[in-house]
């Protein structure tokens, strides 16, 4: 079986919820149109895109963008139990450092992070 096969329906939608997340990427430097998808342990999913600004380090991923709407929303004591990076460019997107970073202070231990690579879903 490949990777798409044994990737659980749930994580099939949360990856579906990044792709339209990554519709609203304002990315008018890169053109690289990133959306994430967070499942909380409350039940509840939140979305973010990327943000770019001209002064590239001031640019915001699409997983720092939906892990502040989370907290906005819910406050600081969500939990992620699950996580999903989408981009429009077909290129693999896995977390890069910086959100690897900020993620770890909100998710489980045992969460999932799923993202579309040209081999499968990873």
């Known amino acids: 079986m490949d990777s798409e096969t044994l990737l659980a329906a749930p994580l099939a939608a949360l990856l579906e919820e990044a792709s339209k997340a990554a519709e609203n990427s304002y990315s008018p430097y890169s053109r690289f149109r990133v959306g994430a998808a967070l499942r909380l342990t409350n039940g509840e999913t939140?979305?973010?895109?990327?943000?770019?600004?001209?002064?590239?380090?001031?640019?915001?991923?699409?997983?720092?963008?939906?892990?502040?709407?989370?907290?906005?929303?819910?406050?600081?004591?969500?939990?992620?139990?699950?996580v999903a990076v989408s981009n429009l460019n077909g290129s693999a997107s896995p977390p890069c450092g910086a959100c690897r970073q900020v993620l770890a202070e909100f998710i489980l231990p045992e969460a999932t992070v799923v993202f579309p690579a040209p081999d499968g879903v990873r």
């Open 46 to 82: 939140v979305t973010g895109t990327n943000v770019e600004n001209t002064s590239f380090g001031l640019t915001i991923c699409a997983e720092r963008s939906a892990l502040v709407s989370a907290v906005s929303r819910f406050g600081p004591a969500i939990r992620i139990e699950a």
